[in-house]
């Protein structure tokens, strides 16, 4: 197995939002915010090449929405997923399975892209787009909180084309088995949103997504004001450091600019960050 740090693409959210009731002057030592009060964010995918498997845990914001709509997000640095996939010498067609860990813009947008004449079709041609099937029935009827994150263009193209597949089942660790791996399930932020767990190299990481979104959020009350459940997200992310802190889990940062792999320590507030690194560095 080898896995791979994929950049999407960078942009920026406010920083109130992104941390909910912790007030500017705790969140701003670790995300430092620009005039406008909003955060740097990443969408970093991670890649997973497996024997004949290479699958791609989710694709980004993409780039089909008009400049209205990205002005929102104050787009910065010039990552792009296929030449970061060329980069590490691969091409979409190469992929075969693409996991979502939810249908938010920001995680799925790059799975489907403009072609000719304008048709929205499959970024992963000869990809299975993998969703859990609470999140994909949860997205097909949006509350007003998330509708302006479940956008029918990144997700509808997903099941016409065929290449949809739901993983089911009720409970908090499920067994991807078409996919080789184990999911974590949280319903906090969102409807079942799933983090992949990869066994690597003796060691285990866990991509964060958006139950962690930055090193900056790992204190527990730390979490967003888009979280539908906020106060199930708080038991949910406390349960889950206190495992990964004594597991020696490994953080892979979905959201974070500057930091790739986040490691964990127990202090006496708690589970707090250790150090970070990446994936080429540490492996």
Known sequence: MNLYSVQTGNFKLDGGAMFGVVPKAIWEKTNQPDSLNRISMSARSLLIEDGNRLTL???????????????????????????????????????????LTHLHFDHCGGAIERGPKGMLIPSFKNAHYWV?????????????????SFLPENIEPIESCGQL????????????????FNVLIFDGHTERQMLPIIEYKEKTIV????????VGHIPVPYIMSYDTRPLLTLEEKGAFLKKAEKNNWILFMEHDPDNELAFLKKTEKGVRLDYCSTIKDFF
């Open 57 to 99: 845990v989710d694709t980004g914001l993409g780039n089909k929405q008009p400049n209205s709509f990205f002005k929102h997000y104050a787009l910065w640095g010039n990552y792009n997923i296929k030449s970061s996939l060329k980069e590490i010498g691969f091409h979409p067609d190469d992929i075969t399975d693409v996991l």
């Open 132 to 148: 859990h099937e609470g999140q994909w029935g949860w997205a097909q009827k949006p509350n007003i909180r998330e509708k302006a």
């Open 165 to 180: 597949k739901l993983i089911k089942g009720k409970n908090s660790l499920i067994r991807a088995s078409s996919l080789g």
């Open 207 to 214: 991509f964060a997504a958006d139950l962690i979104p930055t």
